[in-house]
Structures are given as structure tokens and as C-alpha cells.
């Protein structure tokens, strides 16, 4: 009687073990050993064959993610960025992270644009898989702890739980690698919305026209650059050069560094991408309210990584009633100012006479200068008469500190997006 209960015992073990394995989502396996090119493979197989598949679309949507990473990653690392300089002083766990290429090809400004443009397109890749999830119920519990990326394309990915193991030693590294969030309908919202965030700030770069700033400082970034002044690459040219004990300053540094902040005034290149960045930060806007839709209709509460006021989440951080409502507001208000039917207000003149129309400062681009925008005569063009956002009123900005905490607000709205 006794061997039976225990062979039962036993096989109902495997069972057990057998059933989480076949629930294990197969991005999983793909994302853990850090093979994301043939999980990218694995996936779109996956969908094509099973089209309602919305747990293998939201693992690709999240491999992609973090391939567009590893793409940029292994082009820096191919062109030389120089990390080993500007590392130099960090513990050694994240220098190796960050290697130097010793032999790296030459790099031209042309190499740079094309760089950030493959990283737009995978991003756009990703937001696109994301934002065809449609399943209210699905979910993708990952060991995030155990995700491998290999950030300079150099064949040797790492996980967090391998990163804590050096840092806060085995128990730092156990809790790592136990570490799981549930992530559900919602999640694929907010890291869709984080995809338009970035693709945004890209097409931004390459709206511009950055030659110029190229062949003057980029040397100062990468090893071996494409540039008309053969010189800037003779001579030290790492920061921690900048002052030399005993012998002064490195002076020819100190220039290339003033170089690099006065050439801050960009032509536009490409001025239609000023447009298709503002897509981006509405398509972010949008994102951002459907994810709360999501969350706010879950009743389960199983390692959520954003909780609603009812759950508790994985990062044990309450989130209120109180918090949500006004993030919502802050949502419809950004809203208002990305449509151009609120302005900003200017910082110039008499109070509260005109705003900044910022939705023109994307669809009628001119020259960008920050200097001439913190100076006001950058803005004079999208000036207008108008309502000025809440968001400069002392109830919005009483209510946003009230309910965050004032500095705390930042913190906040980078993990709600």
C-alpha cells in the first residue's frame, strides 16, 4: 500500500511537472537561452500556423523588442564605440557587458543614419506584432530574471540573475532567477506604447541633418570615423584624459567637447519624419488609455507588473484609485496638447497672453535650436492665442503632487508610460 501512494505520488509529480512545462510560453524558451533570431523563426512559424495564437504573437511582439536592441547593440559594437574609455571606472561585471571592438570598421555618417533607421524598423516591427493582440484573456508569464541579451552582438548573452549573482551574490542571483511577471492584455498595450516612444526620438534623428556635428565630434563617440579632419583622430582621446595631473589640461579634448555643444543647431534633412514622430507620440497616447482599459477589468491577481487598485503587483507598490483617476486626466490632457487644441504656455512675455502650439512644432518644422528655444525666439513661429493646458495650472499641478509626491511623479509616469 505504501509503494503504491508513493509511486503515485511520484507520477503525479511528472504530471505536474510535465503540465508546467507544456504552459511555459515558447518565447520563453527562446528569450531564456538567448536565441532570439531562431525564437523570431519558432514564432511567426507558430502564428502562421495558428493565427489566433495571441500568447505566441505577444511573445514575438517581445522578442522583437528586445532584438531591436541587440541590432543596435552589435552595429555600435561593429563600428567601434568607445566603451573602454568611457567605462573605464566601472566594477568589471559591466565593462565586460560593454566591450570595445579592437578592430572595428570604419564609420561614416551615413553608417550612423542607417544604423538608426534598422532600429526604428525593428521597433516598428515589434509595436506592429504588439498591436494585433487582441485576446482580452491572454496571458505571457516569463522568468524576466533569466532573459538573455547580447547587448554588443559579440555571441555572449547575460541575464539579469548572472548580473545580481556578481553584484548581491547567490541570493541576489536566486531571487533573480525566480522573479516572474504575469503579463497579460494590458502589458501588450504599454510595451507597444514604449515601442512608439522610441520609434518617435528616431525619426527625430533622422529628421535632422547631423553631418556637420558628424565630422566635427564624432571621434570623440566612435574609434575609426569617415571625417574630413584626419587630425581630430591623433592624440588621446579618452574622457578621463580630459585633465592631466602634472600636466594640465588636454586641450585639444576640451574644444572637441565645446565643439560638440555649440554645433546643437540642426537643418532639417528629412522634415516629414517630424510628422511621423508625432504619430508615434499619439499612437503612445492611445496605447497608453487602452492599457488601463485592460487593467482596470482584470479581477485575478497573479504577479502583475502594473497592478490596478485592487491587485498588488510584483514590484509591491500600490496603486490607488486616487493615483489612476489622475493619470487619466494627465492622459486626456496630453491628449489635448498633442492635437494642438491646448497650448503651452510660453515663458516669454506677459503671462498667460500666448502658448506654444506644439502640434505645429511637428507638422511645420523649422531649424532646431535648444539654446533658441530656452531663449523663447525658437517658439515665436507657433505662437498662438488660445486655451493653455492645465497642466500649467496650480490644480492640476497641486493634484499631480498631492497624489505622487511631486519628484516621485517622474518615476511614476515612466513605469505607467
Known amino acids: 500500500m505504501r509503494r503504491t501512494t508513493i509511486f ?11 503540465q508546467w512545462v507544456s504552459a511555459a510560453p515558447l518565447a520563453e524558451q527562446y528569450l531564456t537561452s538567448g536565441q532570439l533570431a531562431a525564437g523570431e523563426t ?4 507558430q502564428i502562421a500556423k495558428t493565427p489566433d495564437d495571441d500568447e505566441a504573437r505577444f511573445g514575438l511582439g517581445t522578442l522583437q523588442f528586445f532584438q531591436s536592441f541587440e541590432h543596435l547593440g552589435g552595429s555600435l559594437y561593429k563600428y567601434g564605440l568607445r566603451t573602454e574609455g568611457a567605462f573605464r571606472g566601472v566594477p568589471a561585471p559591466l565593462q565586460e557587458l560593454l566591450p570595445q571592438n579592437p578592430n572595428p570598421e570604419k564609420v561614416s555618417y551615413a553608417d550612423i543614419r542607417q544604423m538608426l533607421q534598422t532600429w526604428v524598423n525593428d521597433l516598428k516591427a515589434a509595436e506592429k506584432t504588439l498591436s494585433a493582440v487582441k485576446d482580452p484573456n491572454v496571458k505571457l508569464p516569463l522568468h524576466v530574471g533569466l532573459i538573455k541579451l547580447d547587448l554588443m552582438g559579440v555571441g555572449k548573452p547575460v541575464n539579469a540573475a548572472f548580473l545580481m549573482g556578481r553584484f548581491g551574490g547567490p541570493e541576489g542571483q536566486q531571487a533573480a532567477e525566480n522573479f516572474v511577471i504575469g503579463f497579460d492584455r494590458g502589458d501588450a498595450d504599454w510595451l507597444a506604447g514604449y515601442c512608439n ?4 526620438w528616431g525619426e527625430i534623428l533622422l529628421a535632422i541633418d547631423g553631418q556637420e556635428i558628424f565630422n566635427c565630434t564624432a571621434h570623440l563617440f566612435f574609434e575609426n570615423v569617415d571625417t574630413p579632419y584626419k587630425f581630430l583622430l591623433e592624440g588621446p582621446r579618452s574622457f578621463d584624459t580630459l585633465v592631466n595631473f602634472g600636466r594640465g589640461f588636454n586641450r585639444p579634448l576640451i574644444s572637441d567637447i565645446l565643439a560638440f555643444i555649440h554645433l ?3 537643418e532639417l534633412k528629412e522634415p516629414a519624419r517630424m510628422q511621423a514622430a508625432l504619430a508615434h507620440l499619439e499612437d503612445m497616447q492611445f496605447h497608453a488609455k487602452s492599457m ?12 502583475e507588473w502594473i497592478p490596478n487598485p485592487k491587485q498588488t503587483g510584483v514590484l509591491q507598490i500600490e496603486v490607488t484609485q486616487e493615483m489612476l483617476d489622475t493619470w ?3 492622459l486626456d490632457e496630453t491628449g489635448l496638447v498633442l492635437q494642438g487644441k491646448k497650448l503651452i504656455p510660453f515663458w516669454r512675455g506677459k503671462p498667460g497672453a500666448q502658448g506654444v502650439n506644439l502640434r505645429r512644432v511637428f507638422t511645420e518644422p523649422r531649424m532646431i535650436d535648444p539654446f533658441l528655444w530656452v531663449q523663447g525666439t525658437a517658439a515665436a513661429p507657433y505662437l498662438e492665442k488660445g486655451p493653455i493646458t492645465d497642466f500649467a495650472s496650480p490644480e492640476m499641478l497641486g493634484r499631480i503632487n498631492g497624489t505622487f509626491g511631486g519628484v516621485r511623479f517622474f518615476t511614476m509616469a515612466f513605469w505607467f508610460n
Open 197 to 200: 516612444f522610441l520609434c518617435a
Open 292 to 303: 488601463w482599459k485592460y487593467y482596470q477589468a482584470e479581477t485575478d491577481d497573479e504577479n
Open 42 to 45: 519558432a514564432l511567426k512559424a
Open 264 to 266: 546643437w543647431r540642426f
Open 328 to 330: 487619466l486626466a494627465v
Open 8 to 18: 503515485t505520488a511520484f507520477f503525479s509529480t511528472l504530471l505536474l511537472s510535465a
